[in-house]
């Protein structure tokens, strides 16, 4: 099958083609991602697309839609060519500093919110922390679901860091959100009631074996975790249980089977478990949680 869309071609049969196309090339949701960058390119909803349907492609549409489409082939993923991807509902904007945030990082924000639920408040507001923010993810679901609370997001990346605030920004959270270069949490003072991290927990030696979606376009150093992919937890777990206040929680991302691994050196830092991994949709322990003991 030919690349390109021949003038006078409907959306529709613009889909369909393009679904074929990356269908043929083994890429698993080419259904979906034709239908998302129909729609994107295009400037259509669903509804839009299904309205749609039958009326002609125009030559700058075709244009743009075989450009995004080769990208597609290429191996870059669907929200990198779109340069936005939705988390916890909330649309949030990419950058090459920032990974792409996934589904499974939903669960430490769900955990979080668990966690939080049974810290003692005082009327007072909610101090948290994000570390490793990226695009800001973590700290914005968790902010767009405690009105009471306030967050500061923590990252090496300066560029990360501005493409966080700009999602602060347009989220209408910036007035609560403030954000601090540094390694992990080495540059944050007082007591927080909830840590979160997804930090990088690939081993070195398996990077090269990731999918070209992941290898090729999120950056390197938010993948890597060094030679057993626990070097980031070594780091940020100590720092974190010196800044959580009495009863505050951690709560962090783990790769498979790291769950009991991080478990450990939480327990080194001082942190109890009263609860157990929280798993992702596909069973596997996601997200690990810390409490630091009332004082």
Not at 11 to 36: N, P, Q
Not at 183 to 189: K, S
């Amino acid at each position: 099958m030919s690349a390109g869309y021949p003038p006078g071609q409907t959306v529709e049969i613009a889909r369909r083609r393009l679904t074929e196309r990356f269908r043929a090339h083994g890429i698993d949701s080419a259904e979906l991602d034709a239908r998302i960058l129909v729609g994107a390119e295009l400037g259509l909803d669903l509804t839009g697309m299904i309205a749609a349907a039958a009326r002609p492609l125009a030559a700058a549409e075709a244009e743009r839609l075989e450009a995004a489409a080769r990208r597609r082939l290429a191996g870059e993923p669907v929200a990198r060519i779109l340069g936005a991807k939705e988390f916890w509902g909330l649309p949030l904007q990419l950058s090459a500093a920032t990974l792409v945030p996934r589904p499974d990082t939903e669960t430490v924000v769900e955990l979080a919110l668990e966690m939080l639920r049974v810290i003692p408040r005082a009327n007072r507001r909610l101090r948290m922390a994000d570390i490793g923010t990226g695009s800001g993810a973590i700290l914005l679901a968790l902010l767009s679901e405690l009105p009471e609370a306030d967050g500061v997001g923590t990252d090496i990346s300066v560029a990360a860091l501005s493409t966080a605030r700009a999602n602060a920004g347009r989220l209408g959270l910036g007035d609560r959100a403030t954000f601090v270069a540094c390694d992990y949490a080495t540059g944050l003072q007082g007591a927080f009631d909830l840590i979160a991290s997804n930090p990088p927990y690939i081993r070195s030696a398996e990077i090269a074996d990731l999918a070209t979606e992941v290898r090729d376009h999120d950056p390197h150093r938010a993948l890597d975790g060094g030679p057993d992919g626990l070097a980031a937890y070594r780091s940020l777990i100590p720092q974190a249980a010196g800044l959580l206040a009495s009863d505050g929680a951690l709560i962090v991302e783990v790769g498979h089977g790291q769950s009991s691994q991080v478990e450990q050196l939480m327990t080194a830092a001082g942190l109890m478990h009263d609860r157990p991994p929280k798993a992702d949709l596909a069973g596997i322990p996601r997200a690990v949680a810390g409490r630091k003991l009332p004082t």
